[in-house]
């Protein structure tokens, strides 16, 4: 085969079989960023803090390996003048409102198995970290079908765009972490929105399926020679779809009933966290490294993954719509490799 098995994960994997606790922080302080608009990763000023000005460790944004801290200030950077008293008395902290879909799965849902508890009931405000208003996130399909299944809506969130001080705030610790740790609670969560966003009698997808980001406008990364790949692979019985233009509720249903969905890897993976059933799937990265997020989902849901490369070489200035583009040294090889693998035959995989 000219694909081979994805031998090394990247990140750690920490079962943390305990729930993830509550914390109340009384008189605590949301910060927004320094930089409106700018990375979080490069901004010192954002983040939660006591009424000391120290940084609350159960608020704090972190990323494996290890403890890597998402921005963010061991302090308060915020002088007292600059410190406004919040709309209300008492809110919920949600962590960052991302506008990435990966990130939104796996980062800003992480904090939300608190809504529906004794300590979020209906009704209560959340505040969230965000680049936009609330009615600009909401807008995005996937936030408010993920949001308004746990029972959050667009009124209950409180946008930060200076830094306030909360009588009472309320920190529900992360139940998953990137590339570092995960609690079981984030599936039973991811589960709470899958079992709300099913369709009852929707058509089954009998075809395999490739997930094509031909048409996707902007992302992470790319092949710039998918198409020829993606040409043998319809040729051979398998259907192209096209992630981005479908709705939740549709993405679900491919993965829940397809007989197995390829992809090039990326976030569209997460999706399988949602679903109560066993996914199988194979994801076609660059190299032969995958990020540990990938492999924690796998772990809760059960899913027959599979990770192959093809060694891609990343090219410079093809698109500047995306953070890296790649090109596949043979992409009708890894076409007809991967019509064997949805036929079963594994036979010369080997890692690499």
Request: proline share 8%; net charge negative; charged share 20%.
């Amino acid at each position: 085969m000219t694909l081979h098995r994805c031998a090394n994960v990247w990140g750690d994997e920490l079962l943390l079989p305990s729930p993830p606790s509550i914390h109340r922080i009384d008189a605590a302080v949301c910060a927004p960023k320094l930089v409106p608009g700018g990375a979080y990763d490069f901004d010192a000023g954002w983040g939660v803090y006591d009424a000391d000005g120290a940084r609350v460790e159960a608020a704090a944004y972190r990323r494996g390996p290890g403890v890597n801290y998402v921005g963010q200030s061991p302090h308060l950077v915020f002088a007292e003048p600059d410190i406004i008293a919040a709309p209300c008395g008492k809110a919920i902290y949600g962590g960052v409102a991302h506008t990435h879909f990966g990130h939104f799965l796996v980062s800003t849902l992480a904090r939300l198995w608190v809504a529906g508890t004794p300590h979020a009931p209906p009704g209560s405000k959340y505040v969230f970290h965000m680049d936009q208003s609330p009615a600009e996130w909401f807008a995005l399909p996937f936030v408010a079908a993920c949001l308004e299944s746990l029972g959050i809506f667009r009124d209950d969130i409180i946008p930060l765009d200076r830094a306030m001080r909360f009588e009472t705030l309320l920190v529900p610790e992360p139940s998953f972490e990137e590339t570092r740790a995960f609690h079981p609670v984030f599936r039973e969560t991811a589960l709470r929105i899958g079992d709300a966003l099913a369709v009852e009698g929707a058509p089954p997808m009998t075809a395999p399926v490739y997930l094509s980001k031909e048409r996707l406008p902007a992302g992470v990364k790319r092949f710039d020679n998918e198409s020829q790949m993606v040409e043998r692979l319809r040729a051979g019985g398998v259907a192209i779809v096209y992630p981005e233009t479908m709705t939740p509720a549709q993405q679900l249903d491919i993965f829940r009933t397809a007989p197995i969905v390829l992809g090039s890897l990326s976030s569209a993976f997460h999706t399988t966290i949602l679903l109560s059933e066993r996914v199988r799937f194979v994801a076609l990265n660059h190299d032969t490294n995958i990020m540990s997020t990938f492999t924690m989902i796998d772990r809760l849901t059960a899913n027959s993954a599979l990770y192959v490369h093809q060694s891609a070489v990343m090219t410079q200035g093809v698109d500047p719509h995306f953070m890296a583009t790649f090109h596949l040294p043979d992409p009708k090889g890894a076409a007809e490799d991967l019509l064997r693998i949805i036929d079963g035959d594994l036979s010369g995989l080997t890692d690499a």
